[in-house]
């Protein structure tokens, strides 16, 4: 029996991206962006995984995050062109953004371990000097 891995959460097509604190970070780097920018400044660091960014999907969060206080906004009204709305970094989002660097380091750590220890029970590509845990771990 065949099976499709294309809908399987191993594929990693319902994986997160990290939307939100991409969003928070750059926001830290570029207060007063407007979403196409952010999506811009985003794809860039994005680009070479081949991830479909969706300005839809952005937008969602940006007003999902401004809702949670993490964010503020305000239209720019520009004597050519259409009006933006420019996203701001609250303090709380400050706050936010560093529990995100917390919770990501975590995550980090734990993918780390699982491919070095993959890389020694599991015959795969993965290379033994690639993946190394923690000095004197043995996982």
Request: net charge positive.
């Amino acid at each position: 029996m065949s099976i499709n891995f294309d809908d399987c959460p191993c594929s990693g097509k319902n994986m997160s991206y990290f939307t939100a604190p991409w969003i928070l970070l750059t926001l830290y780097n570029n207060q007063g962006a407007h979403g196409y920018k952010l999506k811009k400044i985003m794809k860039k660091y994005m680009d070479d995984l081949k991830i479909s960014f969706n300005i839809t999907g952005l937008y969602r969060h940006l007003k999902l995050l401004e809702q949670r206080g993490v964010l503020s906004s305000r239209w720019d009204t520009p004597d050519k062109g259409p009006a933006k709305r420019q996203y701001y970094l609250t303090e709380s989002g400050k706050d936010c953004l560093w529990r995100w660097i917390q919770t990501l380091t975590i995550q980090k750590e734990l993918i780390t371990r699982f491919f070095y220890k993959a890389s020694r029970i599991f015959p795969s590509p993965l290379s033994e000097t690639q993946f190394q845990g923690p000095a004197g771990a043995e996982l």
